[in-house]
């Protein structure tokens, strides 16, 4: 215990308030960090190897989606339009030789297993040729409407900008693994934000919330809560928030950190003016007055700051009276 002596000149320096207790909304708050929207955010590969004739589009530039960014001269490419060629023609050569031994037998003059035998090869050469179809498909190339001979070409698959460029005009791409570039749309972005378990009781989807940036100090902007996660990281007791942002000036970047707030639940509290609280290393103290210049360091358990009245947890009951002003000299 601490004594202030009557003829001590600390009397004169020394105030004192009463912990209150009432109704708080508490103002909380979770990091969180700006990602792009998944399904507008699209790394773009190559589905072949082979040497980058012409590169459409630059870093920054705007695109739709569908339009042409790349041109590739692929061996395996050339293979496959060399295979639907020869695919297309034997399924000609079936097809014609199906309808003559057709007409023979008709005329009685082929025998039915003739006919037999032409439909199974037509089949054969048929299937053949729709497999060469679906291969072209899949790199992008229509054989209906494109022109054969022609390069390959990578198309958008969204509209939005070029955020990243990993390639130049006439190199060999060799890794189908590493993107040409990515594209995305960031008109609107999300923001990830990590909220303890203990918080999750206070949101809603689609709450707004506030929320601020470390790159713009002293702006808030308003957001709206898309979903929750429904796991919670059993490291560190949080889960999982994202929020929708609009972004039409492309201000917020992914990768930017920012503060997301919310309030909680009005609810009974008990409050000291922030000024009592004592820190010392990890623990919170503030000096009781348990008697007349009497003085008890009390630990306590703190929880969010409500303008200048920080809410206790822990430690104290309503009524008590605690030093709020020159506490550090007791320390």
């Known amino acids: 215990m601490i004594i202030i002596p009557e003829q001590s000149l600390l009397r004169s320096r020394l105030k004192f308030s009463s912990v209150r207790a009432g109704k708080i909304q508490s103002q909380l708050a979770a990091p ?59 399924e000609e050569l079936t097809r014609r030789a ?21 439909i199974s090869d037509h089949d054969s050469a048929k299937s053949d040729l729709d497999t060469a179809v679906q291969q072209l498909l899949a790199y ?21 900008q070029v955020v990243d460029l990993a ?17 995305a749309d960031l008109s609107t ?37 898309l979903f929750i996660g429904d796991l919670i990281d059993p490291d560190i007791r949080v889960a999982k928030v994202r929020i929708a942002l609009a972004n039409p000036e492309h201000r917020f970047k992914p990768g930017m950190f920012a503060t997301v707030s919310f309030l909680g639940f009005p609810e009974q509290q008990i409050t000291v003016p922030t000024t009592a609280i004592v ?39 309503p009524g008590a009276s605690v030093l709020v002003k020159e506490g550090v000299l007791f320390q």
């Open 189 to 225: 972005i999300w923001l990830t934000a990590s909220v303890p378990e203990k918080d999750l009781r206070y949101l809603t989807k689609g709450q707004e919330i506030t929320a601020s940036f470390a790159a713009y100090p002293g702006e808030k902007l308003i957001g709206t809560i």
């Open 140 to 160: 992008g190339f229509n054989p209906q409407t494109d022109k054969l001979g022609q390069p390959l070409r990578v198309y958008s698959p969204l509209s939005g």
């Open 32 to 90: 969180a960090v700006v990602e792009a929207d998944p399904q507008k955010y699209a790394n773009v590969f190559p589905p072949l190897s082979g040497h980058l004739t012409k590169l459409q589009v630059q870093l920054g530039d705007s695109v739709t989606n569908g339009q042409l960014l790349a041109s590739l001269e692929s061996p395996e490419f050339f293979a496959a339009q060399d295979s639907f060629v020869k695919a297309r023609s034997v």
């Open 167 to 183: 390639s130049a005009h006439g190199e060999y791409r060799n890794d189908v693994t590493v993107p040409l570039m990515t594209v």
């Open 98 to 118: 199906l309808k003559r031994q057709q007409d023979l037998l008709e005329h009685k003059i082929a025998a039915q297993k003739d006919v037999e035998q032409a």
């Open 279 to 317: 820190q010392s290393g990890d623990a919170a103290f503030v000096f009781e007055q348990i008697k007349p210049w009497v003085l008890q360091p009390s630990k306590v358990t703190i929880g969010s700051q409500v303008e200048d009245e920080t809410i206790i947890t822990q430690g104290l009951k």
